[in-house]
């Protein structure tokens, strides 16, 4: 099957794409098509790397207002509601709004999910149900699973055992959420506890971090040093870190040192934490997003995640990576020509850092022949334009087609 006319990631000139039993077999430009080869024209179209989900809570999606809305938008609020919804959870119901949202995500062109899969639960039913339904999605996505405490470790009945359970059950990373546990001291013994248990099974480590505006929050530093010190560095990511929207320039000053030494990748949620954060606020109202344009500018790596879709603590989403993306841009006040051009890179190669997904994640022959096709000629188009992606195709099959719509402005 040869692709013709893809513009790759933002390049002037147009290139073509070979692919063959389900992988990059050439990418070049003017490759002639064999006798009987397939061909298709994508016109010039922006050609990326399968969008990437680094952050979402997949066993809670789709069930806002079930049975309560959060009406104050808080997130602890968001805890209560999806505490009552937990107690009304079954497999099927679990599997069935999973099977809907990789369905959404797969039309906008999303290929690698990262979930947090809340174990506070003594019969572990959403994490069994998603463990199951991955399998099914295969053809669709990559879905990586998180043992997320939500309820906390030290702080829920067993949580050590459900972790523990967790992990024997084959989950891809450990979690954590130390601001939420009873006590600072709590927070730290959850985050030496989650981090042993990662180095023990020689897991990927995503941690609930901060997500408060208390500058006294200082979950990240405990986290970053048990990364640098059990060597587990680049497989931890640091999720949220709200709380360092607020800390003082001086201790970000001197926690700077440690992030760049320790090698974790943060992932920011900007349509969840300017939603979710701030509530404590009059005015001045803080945003509540971490700071990504100084953290990025230190050569720290960092995502963007959409949290949720249509669920206790966030009501909007659609599956596609697009709002993120928008809104974090507009919030850490990155809207500078290259800043917008790249920014597709926090929910494509950034975020595969985050996945540890390593060297087969890329558009370079050998690799899998998985990109997407957007109806735009560069990102800056497509990110202003909302452009939707057209065709996603997926180690060599397509996945998803989308027709743009026609518009006639009369007179
Ligand atoms: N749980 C949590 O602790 N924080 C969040 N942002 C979500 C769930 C969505
Ligand atoms: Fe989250």
Known sequence: MLYRNARIENAKESCDIRVENGLFK???????????????DLGGRLVLP?????????????????PVWNMSGTLFEGIECWAKRKDKLNAEDVKDRVRRAVRLYAGNG?????????VTDPSLTALKAILEVREELRSLADIQVVAFPQEGILSFPNGKGLMEEAVRMGVDAVGAIPHFEFTRE??????????????????LMDVHCDETDDDQSRGLETLATRALEYGLKDKV???????????????????????KMSEINFVANPLVNTHLE??????????????????????????FGNDDLFDPWYPMGCGSMRDAVYLGLHVVQMMGYGDIMNSYR???ENAAKVLHLGDRYGLRSGNPASFVVMEAGDYFEALSHNAPVVLSVRNGEVISRTKPAERQVIG
Request: glycine share 6%; proline share 5%; with cysteine.
């Open 110 to 118: 999303v290929q690698f999910i990262r979930t947090h899969v809340d």
């Open 26 to 40: 050439e990418i070049a430009p003017g490759i002639e098509p064999r006798e009987g080869e397939k061909t298709e």
């Open 237 to 259: 990511t640091a999720s949220h870190t709200c709380a360092m929207h607020s800390y003082s320039n001086a201790y970000v000053l001197k926690l700077m040192r440690l992030l």
């Open 50 to 66: 399968p969008f990437i989900e680094p952050h979402i809570h997949l066993d809670a999606t789709l069930t806002a207002g079930d």
């Open 278 to 303: 701030g509530r404590a606020d009059t005015y001045p109202k803080r945003r509540g997003v971490t700071r990504v344009k100084e953290l990025a500018a230190a050569g720290i790596n960092v995502a």
């Open 346 to 348: 926090f929910v494509t």
């Open 186 to 203: 709590y927070g730290v013994e959850s985050l030496n506890f989650a981090c042993e248990l990662a180095a023990k099974n020689d897991l």
